[in-house]
């Protein structure tokens, strides 16, 4: 079992830098890889990002590649999403995922293939 519990969410000006947090409890939070997704309302679920179990390979979507930067601290059981030159467009609840099965492999991009996803925590960026 794992509980993911995300933190860090507001509402920011376009532009501005926000940095979600991921904390993880039950099993080893060394032992699997982790992602980022998000929803807009009305949109279906998104992946945003993705590392492995050590924080050596990291994935990231199209859309926030160069902004955004997925990182874990293992000491801490904790997954972090920085994100840099908000936009707008990147409105939504975001939400952090385990894929237990993967641990040297970087996260995937389908959701479907975490086991265990937190309860999302709203980012509002205003233009």
């Known amino acids: 079992q794992v509980q993911l519990v995300e933190s860090g969410g507001g509402l920011v000006q376009a532009g501005s830098s926000l940095r979600l947090s991921c904390a993880a409890s039950g099993r080893t939070f060394s032992s699997y890889a982790m992602g980022w997704f998000r929803q807009a309302p009305g949109k279906e679920r998104e992946f945003v990002a993705a590392i492995n179990s050590s924080g050596s390979r990291t994935y990231y979507a199209d859309s926030v590649k160069g902004r955004f930067t997925i990182s874990r601290d293992n000491a801490k059981n904790t997954g972090y999403l920085q994100m840099n030159s908000l936009k707008p467009e990147d409105t939504a609840v975001y939400y952090c995922?385990?894929?237990?099965?993967?641990?040297?492999?970087?996260?995937?991009?389908?959701?479907?293939?975490?086991?265990?996803w937190g309860q999302g925590t709203q980012v509002t960026v205003s233009s």
């Open positions: 995922a385990a894929d237990i099965h993967r641990t040297n492999a970087v996260g995937t991009s389908t959701a479907r293939t975490y086991d265990y």
